[in-house]
């Protein structure tokens, strides 16, 4: 099949690159010429395992195509990929939909043959009715159709979740549309991907619940957490006591710092948005908000803790910086408010992260990236592992720092309490 994907973003590049993987024909479109350019040379500009070799794979079949030109590019296309983002509006819980508007228009403008024009961006509901309103002011109903087909991958594990997703949800009510998506994810239905058909306003809901709901769970065993450390006992324990049942399910249960990126965040405020519009309340989602705000704050407290309240000059290294392993991402990161927090109480700060340096921190004085993890750990007082990166899991601490009473505050539980004892290591990890 001919298909575009406008927007060369997280989403936008990975499915376009996955699609094209698959056999089909697919243009990646970006207003950012640089990015195209970069794009044309297999130069990536997301931190994603495994993407640029398909990208340079699929580009030299010719199956993978990028182009600034957007109108040619839905004319050449029979189906019509919207992945632009649709970021929080400064200070407000609504999503800014201007991109998907003004990508819209530029379609409308070029519909000469029947198209399908996909919201893949995560949008709130009853856009796709707006966005089939703009259309339609320029073109006739029996031309085009617009369906809404959210994507549920994971920054760092775009690829297996693109490919091997749980579900693929198609919100249509047209018969025709329905066929021709069915037949476009029949190779990961053929793999086993439960392939649901539901309105397009409640696959847009699907879309934010998922985060929600997966937002909701983080937040639950981080509370949880607290309670555990209050009592004596190991949250690990409790989360595999719980997870194990199938009706609770395991995954989304690992405590750690409060949850970042530029999804979770981001979603959760939106469709807080969407409640209020319908005044229809969602108490649960604005306490998951609220508390998930005041995590950072509780962790620092415990920081302020372990150091017994004296954190001038104190030597702290974050080991990893951005909101989870394998991403170069930092949106909405935990590590923005704990490194300044604590540069501004006087501790001297180095951080590592593999995916590099990090803009954000430059303007602070006593911030400093060190690119290998001896340098950034050996004069530690303090060391906080504040993402679960692999490189981290089987350090040898002891033989890297050269303090002798130095501590670890381990906020991904990627060490073992007891081990840490063994080799008289003061140790704090999350909910034991
Ligand atoms: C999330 C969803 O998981 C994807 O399904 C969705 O497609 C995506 O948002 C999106 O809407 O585009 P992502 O933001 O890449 O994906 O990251 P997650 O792996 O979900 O992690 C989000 C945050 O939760 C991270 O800060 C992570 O450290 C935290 N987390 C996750 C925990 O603290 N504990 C867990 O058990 C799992």
Redesign the pocket.
């Known amino acids: 099949m001919k298909l575009c994907m406008i927007g060369t973003g997280?989403?936008g590049l990975v499915s376009g690159v996955c699609f094209a993987e698959l056999g089909n024909d697919v243009i990646c479109v970006d207003k950012d010429i640089a990015k195209i350019n970069k794009l044309k040379k297999s130069i990536i500009p997301i931190y994603e395992p495994g993407l640029e070799e398909l990208v340079k794979k699929n580009y030299k079949s010719g199956r993978l195509k990028f182009s600034t030109d957007l109108a040619e590019s839905v004319r050449k296309s029979n189906i019509i990929f919207i992945c632009v983002g649709t970021p929080t509006i400064k200070n407000k819980y609504e999503a800014d939909l201007s991109q998907v508007y003004s990508v819209t228009k530029e379609i409308s403008k070029n519909i000469k043959s029947f198209k399908i024009i996909i919201n893949k961006s995560?949008v709130p509901v009853t856009t796709g009715d707006k966005v089939e309103k703009i259309i339609s002011l320029k073109v006739k109903k029996q031309l085009f159709s617009v369906v809404s087909n959210?994507?549920?991958?994971?920054?760092?594990?775009?690829i297996r979740?693109f490919i091997y997703p749980d579900r693929v949800v198609i919100g249509t009510s047209e018969k025709k549309s329905n066929k021709i998506l069915k037949n476009l994810y029949s190779p990961l239905i053929s793999k086993g991907a439960k392939y649901i058909n539901t309105s397009r306003r409640a696959a847009e809901l699907i879309?934010y619940a998922?985060?929600a709901f997966?937002?909701t769970?983080?937040t639950f065993?981080?509370e949880l957490a607290n309670l555990c450390e209050k009592l004596d006992i190991n949250i690990e324990d409790v989360s595999i006591g719980i997870g194990t049942d199938n009706r609770i399910g395991s995954?989304?249960?690992?405590?750690?710092?409060?949850?970042?990126?530029?999804?979770?965040p981001k979603?959760t405020r939106a469709l807080i948005d969407t409640a209020k519009k319908s005044k229809s309340p969602l108490s649960i989602i604005n306490t998951v908000i609220n508390s998930n705000n005041k995590r950072s704050h509780l962790l620092l407290t415990r920081i302020a803790k372990i150091l017994k309240n004296k954190i001038k000059n104190k030597k702290i290294t974050f080991l990893g910086v951005t909101?989870?392993?394998n991403?170069d991402?930092m949106r909405?990161?935990?590590s923005l408010k704990m490194i300044p927090f604590l540069n501004k109480k006087g501790a001297i700060i180095n951080y590592y992260d593999p995916s590099g340096k990090k803009n954000e921190f430059e303007k602070y004085k006593n911030v400093k990236f060190k690119n290998n993890i001896k340098d950034a750990c050996e004069m530690s007082d303090l060391i906080i592992v504040h993402?679960?990166w692999n490189e981290f899991k089987l350090l040898d601490l002891k033989k890297i720092v050269k303090k002798r009473n130095f501590i670890i505050y381990d906020m991904?539980n990627i060490y073992s309490a007891e081990k840490m004892k063994k080799q008289k290591i003061k140790y704090f990890g999350i909910g034991k």
């Open positions: 997280y989403v995560t959210p994507e549920f991958l994971r920054e760092g594990e775009a979740d879309k998922s985060n997966l937002a769970k983080i065993i981080n995954r989304f249960l690992r405590a750690g710092p409060a949850y970042g990126g530029s999804c979770f979603d909101f989870k392993a991403t991402d909405e990161s935990a993402t679960e991904r």
